[in-house]
């Protein structure tokens, strides 16, 4: 099993709230990742980073912000959450390897009411 | 534009049957195809990876297959158990500098006893 954690795992929250969703890894992988779901959709990535205070954005367009300050630790921020924000956001990691390999974290499940 | 299509939708079968899910796919320049198996409510598992000279991969009950030439992949589940119930999802990485991933739309399994 993947040693890739997020919390919270599930959060319900108002309007206009400001939200940290927090990943962190402990396989010092370099690459790392943030996807958006919605229940029995794709995944689509929203943010990636090559390491240490790279990101970048993904194929989906996405009002949230992420930093990469230290190598195991990519949080997600929404400045004002709101209802269309509602969803689940995975995290994942890799090594900067050929095969790239992806490992998951749980998921973080969003309702902004 | 890349993309990874899979089939069928959604699957019920009975507890022991074998089953089959098809993926297509038009990424190029094509890297790798990985099936991964998404219980609800969390991330992805990794269940087989092949390359591009790679037609056949096996883990337990699983058996994915690869056409590089037609561009199809296939996961094969044999002797179907209740906890095989998810979404199964193929994702295809190219091989270019970022290695993104496409992911497929996944199919979601159900097995009754």
């Given at each position: 099993?993947?040693?890739?954690?997020?919390?919270?795992?599930?959060?319900?929250?108002?309007?206009?709230?400001?939200?940290?969703?927090?990943?962190?890894?402990?396989?010092?992988?370099?690459?790392?990742?943030?996807?958006?779901?919605?229940?029995?959709?794709?995944?689509?990535?929203?943010?990636?980073?090559?390491?240490?205070?790279?990101?970048?954005?993904?194929?989906?367009?996405s009002e949230s912000t992420v930093s990469r300050i230290?190598?195991?630790?990519?949080?997600?921020?929404?400045?004002?959450?709101?209802?269309?924000?509602?969803?689940?956001?995975?995290?994942?990691?890799?090594?900067?390897?050929?095969?790239?390999?992806?490992?998951?974290?749980?998921?973080?499940?969003l309702t902004v009411l | 534009k890349n993309q990874v299509?899979?089939?069928?939708?959604?699957?019920?079968?009975?507890?022991?049957?074998?089953?089959?899910?098809?993926?297509?796919?038009?990424?190029?320049?094509?890297?790798?195809?990985?099936?991964?198996?998404?219980?609800?409510?969390?991330?992805?598992?990794?269940?087989?990876?092949?390359?591009?000279?790679?037609?056949?991969?096996?883990?337990?009950?699983?058996?994915?297959?690869?056409?590089?030439?037609?561009?199809?992949?296939?996961?094969?589940?044999?002797?179907?158990?209740?906890?095989?119930?998810?979404?199964?999802?193929?994702?295809?990485?190219?091989?270019?500098a970022g290695n993104m991933l496409t992911f497929g739309?996944?199919?979601?399994?159900?097995?009754?006893?």
């Amino acid at each position: 099993e993947a040693d890739i954690y997020q919390t919270p795992r599930y959060l319900v929250i108002g309007t206009g709230k400001k939200i940290t969703l927090e990943c962190s890894q402990t396989m010092g992988h370099d690459k790392m990742y943030w996807y958006q779901q919605d229940p029995g959709m794709e995944l689509h990535l929203i943010h990636y980073s090559y390491g240490v205070n790279s990101t970048e954005k993904g194929d989906l367009s996405s009002e949230s912000t992420v930093s990469r300050i230290r190598t195991e630790h990519f949080p997600l921020t929404l400045e004002s959450a709101r209802p269309s924000h509602t969803s689940q956001y995975l995290c994942a990691s890799s090594e900067y390897a050929t095969y790239n390999e992806q490992f998951f974290g749980p998921g973080t499940r969003l309702t902004v009411l | 534009k890349n993309q990874v299509e899979q089939s069928p939708q959604s699957l019920i079968i009975l507890e022991g049957k074998n089953c089959t899910l098809q993926c297509n796919y038009t990424v190029s320049p094509f890297s790798n195809l990985r099936w991964y198996k998404q219980d609800t409510g969390r991330g992805p598992v990794s269940l087989t990876i092949m390359t591009f000279s790679e037609n056949t991969k096996s883990n337990g009950r699983y058996t994915a297959t690869l056409d590089a030439d037609t561009k199809q992949s296939s996961l094969h589940i044999t002797a179907s158990q209740l906890s095989d119930s998810a979404s199964y999802i193929c994702v295809v990485s190219a091989g270019n500098a970022g290695n993104m991933l496409t992911f497929g739309g996944g199919t979601r399994l159900m097995v009754k006893p």
